[in-house]
């Protein structure tokens, strides 16, 4: 017997006792996370700004192609369209220049 595991004595067992260990038994990982458990989850850290100002932009332009399908579809000509894409972009970059300056952080509209 070897760490309470094998037989007693092989005696009248049929086998020599020889114990095998098992290479592929798959053990849960170790929780080596860093986080204290007593604390619970751990908290993320503050997002990174260059990858908010990117997603703004993102929303800027969706909005525009939204606006540029939308004239399309009433049936405005392109130059017409090119103008008020430019004034919707104007308007778009000032209000959110105006919320950069204020120093609120608006969350992004999902």
């Known amino acids: ?12 067992s049929g086998t020599t006792g020889h114990v095998q260990s098992n290479r592929f038994s798959v053990r849960p990982p170790a929780n080596n996370t860093g986080a204290d458990p007593t604390k619970g989850f751990v908290t993320a850290g503050k997002p990174n700004q260059e990858i908010l100002e990117h997603d703004r932009k993102r929303q800027i332009q ?49």
């Open 1 to 12: 017997m070897y760490n309470g595991t094998g037989l007693q004595t092989p005696r009248g």
């Open 62 to 110: 969706l909005k525009l192609l939204v606006l540029e399908e939308k004239l399309i579809d009433q049936g405005y000509s392109d130059a017409e369209i090119a103008a008020k894409l430019d004034e919707a972009n104007e308007n778009e970059d000032s209000a959110n220049n105006a919320v950069l300056i204020s120093g609120k952080n608006p969350q992004p509209t999902i």
